[in-house]
């Protein structure tokens, strides 16, 4: 994430956050959070009148170039975090929110801050599949009234961009499926952003005794002992309405641009050893799953950065898009 105010948080959009804290209370500190693209991050330490401190976190939209959709981001997060406030699921609470900027000198939203990090090594990857699948089973069981809007779909045939090196005969063919008509489903609440870059994970050190089991172990139905557990699930502006093989698809293939096209096609049958449901054909399954995937290959050069940031140096552009290429093909893999 690039840091658009070195010095701090805007004046402007600091009194509009003293006007939502509580009598006596002020702004102590404040810190950069990276991993975002479009957005501002801060994490605010509030001092309180009995000399304790409490933490919020300010998301400001400050890239140009989506200043014409800050106002629906913002206000669906709104009403997203109004509606996980009274459900199990692990997510901020909403303090406040300016969609237009119009105290701000951005858009912003004001939230509580949760403990834990985002988990992107691959050292107990599997235990943290079955955390992940668990996780999202939860949200799409959530039923709010009203409804969220329904999802859109951007990508098109047209807007796919092909990685260089890649098989033209194995993309034109992925390029098809996405032609078809989106099959019939029935909906469900949507985060439509879940994957492991915003889930916050309460994990122990890395170590021996820390190892994942192989992946035939943990992806039965069973409780597994654990000391990692998710403590948050954060960025709520794309919430919606549709198919569970959005998010499924969304979240497999960032395991398989993390880690390897195969935890790409794991994921799904975790999700559904966790209880999920995803549509009842092969066929239906896969035009999702590749969906999602033509959906990535537009913004690759963008993908790898909040990574790169976080210290897999390694997810260059050129590994990303290789990475991507990988999956697609074992997407279209007839045994895959």
Same mark, same amino acid.
């Given at each position: 994430?690039?840091?658009?105010?070195?010095?701090?948080?805007?004046?402007?959009?600091?009194?509009?956050?003293?006007?939502?804290?509580?009598?006596?209370?002020?702004?102590?500190?404040?810190?950069?959070?990276?991993?975002?693209?479009?957005? /501002?991050?801060?994490?605010?330490?509030?001092?309180?009148?009995?000399?304790?401190?409490?933490?919020?976190?300010?998301?400001?939209?400050?890239?140009?170039?989506?200043?014409?959709?800050?106002?629906?981001?913002?206000?669906?997060?709104?009403?997203?975090?109004?509606?996980?406030?009274?459900?199990?699921?692990?997510?901020?609470?909403?303090?406040?929110?300016?969609?237009?900027?119009?105290?701000?000198?951005?858009?912003?939203?004001?939230?509580?801050?949760?403990?834990?990090?985002?988990?992107?090594?691959?050292?107990?990857?599997?235990?943290?599949?079955?955390?992940?699948?668990?996780?999202?089973?939860?949200?799409?069981?959530?039923?709010?009234?009203?409804?969220?809007?329904?999802?859109?779909?951007?990508?098109?045939?047209?807007?796919?961009?092909?990685?260089?090196?890649? /098989?033209?005969?194995?993309?034109?063919?992925?390029?098809?499926?996405?032609?078809?008509?989106?099959?019939?489903?029935?909906?469900?609440?949507?985060?439509?952003?879940?994957?492991?870059?915003?889930?916050?994970?309460?994990?122990?050190?890395?170590?021996?005794?820390?190892?994942?089991?192989?992946?035939?172990?943990?992806?039965?139905?069973?409780?597994?002992?654990?000391?990692?557990?998710?403590?948050?699930?954060?960025?709520?502006?794309?919430?919606?309405?549709?198919?569970?093989?959005?998010?499924?698809?969304?979240?497999?293939?960032?395991?398989?641009?993390?880690?390897?096209?195969?935890?790409?096609?794991?994921?799904?049958?975790?999700?559904?050893?966790?209880?999920?449901?995803?549509?009842?054909?092969?066929?239906?399954?896969?035009?999702?799953?590749?969906?999602?995937?033509?959906?990535?290959?537009?913004?690759?050069?963008?993908?790898?950065?909040?990574?790169?940031?976080?210290?897999?140096?390694?997810?260059?552009?050129?590994?990303?898009?290789?990475?991507? /290429?990988?999956?697609?093909?074992?997407?279209?893999?007839?045994?895959?």
């Amino acid at each position: 994430m690039t840091t658009h105010d070195d010095a701090g948080v805007p004046p402007s959009t600091r009194a509009w956050v003293r006007r939502h804290l509580a009598a006596g209370e002020r702004i102590v500190g404040t810190e950069v959070l990276h991993g975002g693209i479009t957005a /501002d991050m801060r994490r605010l330490t509030i001092g309180t009148r009995s000399r304790h401190t409490r933490d919020l976190v300010l998301r400001s939209v400050v890239d140009p170039r989506a200043a014409d959709r800050a106002e629906d981001w913002l206000t669906r997060e709104a009403a997203a975090l109004s509606v996980l406030a009274g459900s199990d699921v692990p997510a901020p609470e909403l303090v406040a929110v300016d969609p237009t900027a119009a105290h701000c000198a951005h858009p912003s939203l004001l939230m509580t801050w949760l403990p834990g990090r985002p988990v992107l090594d691959g050292e107990g990857l599997a235990e943290r599949v079955g955390l992940l699948a668990r996780q999202l089973v939860a949200i799409h069981a959530l039923r709010p009234t009203p409804r969220p809007r329904a999802y859109v779909a951007l990508t098109t045939a047209d807007t796919v961009v092909v990685p260089d090196g890649a /098989d033209p005969a194995v993309w034109a063919a992925a390029i098809e499926i996405i032609r078809r008509p989106a099959p019939r489903c029935e909906g469900r609440f949507l985060h439509r952003d879940f994957q492991p870059g915003n889930v916050l994970f309460d994990a122990p050190p890395a170590g021996p005794i820390d190892r994942a089991p192989e992946w035939p172990d943990h992806a039965r139905n069973e409780a597994v002992p654990t000391r990692t557990r998710i403590t948050g699930v954060v960025d709520w502006a794309g919430a919606c309405w549709g198919p569970t093989d959005l998010d499924v698809a969304h979240c497999s293939t960032n395991l398989a641009l993390l880690h390897g096209p195969e935890w790409g096609l794991r994921f799904p049958a975790a999700y559904q050893q966790a209880g999920g449901e995803l549509a009842a054909t092969v066929r239906d399954r896969r035009y999702w799953a590749v969906r999602d995937a033509m959906a990535c290959s537009e913004g690759v050069t963008l993908i790898g950065a909040p990574w790169r940031q976080a210290g897999r140096t390694e997810l260059t552009t050129s590994a990303v898009q290789q990475r991507l /290429d990988a999956y697609v093909t074992a997407l279209l893999n007839p045994s895959g």
